[in-house]
């Protein structure tokens, strides 16, 4: 009976020893496991983000694109038609009017118009885009704004002209021509505004 008992403690002596090797095992293989894992949870997350970058930079290279025949007009008076498409005639009607006549922009072709925002509870005109046939026509536009200083219609000698900017960069110009209407106020003489930046000197054409 002791010979038995001393064999079972063998036994359960080797079974002790065996699962705890075999406890070690699995530990190792779940550690070796979780990282793969881990790793390659890491590896997607960086193809995700670096493909959200790439998605984004296409995004922007699109709208800069289709932004580059774009101008918007300010302070053009909006229809009081009910229908949408009679409201967008006349706004056509507008800028045709206001391009040929007033700016001496006859060889232009308007690809679209459309008002910006929510129509405003002050009853302020919104802001219109224009899409243009081409880049050129639009810096005929641009160009040829300065012919609005000499308009004896007060309605239109009111509208303002300019290129269609990403929100960040007209932020950034609301920001120069601040600073530059700050200058002036204070009789700093020689400041304007050239392609986004503010500069001091004897001014050129083609500022916008």
Known sequence: MQGITDKNEGIDERVKI??????????????????????????????????????????????REKRKKNVVLYDVPESS???????????LSRCND???????????????????????????????????RSEDEKWSILTSAKNLKHETNPEKKKIGISKDLAKEERDAEK??????????????????????????????RNRF
């Open 18 to 63: 065996i699962e705890e090797k075999m406890e070690g095992r699995d530990e190792d293989i779940v550690d070796k496991v979780t990282n793969t894992i881990v790793e390659k949870i890491e590896a997607v997350d960086i193809v995700q983000k670096t493909a959200e970058v790439v998605i984004r930079h296409i995004e922007e290279k699109e709208k």
């Open 81 to 91: 038609q009910n229908e949408v498409q009679s409201r967008i005639d006349d706004d």
């Open 98 to 132: 206001l391009f040929e006549t007033s700016l001496r922009v006859r060889e232009c072709k308007i690809e679209r118009v459309s008002r910006l925002g929510r129509p405003r509870e002050d009853n302020r005109s919104r802001p219109m885009l224009v899409q243009l």
């Open 175 to 204: 920001r120069v021509r601040q600073e530059l209407y700050e200058k002036r106020s204070n009789g700093e003489q020689g400041w304007y505004v050239k392609n986004g930046k503010l500069y001091r000197g004897q001014a050129t």
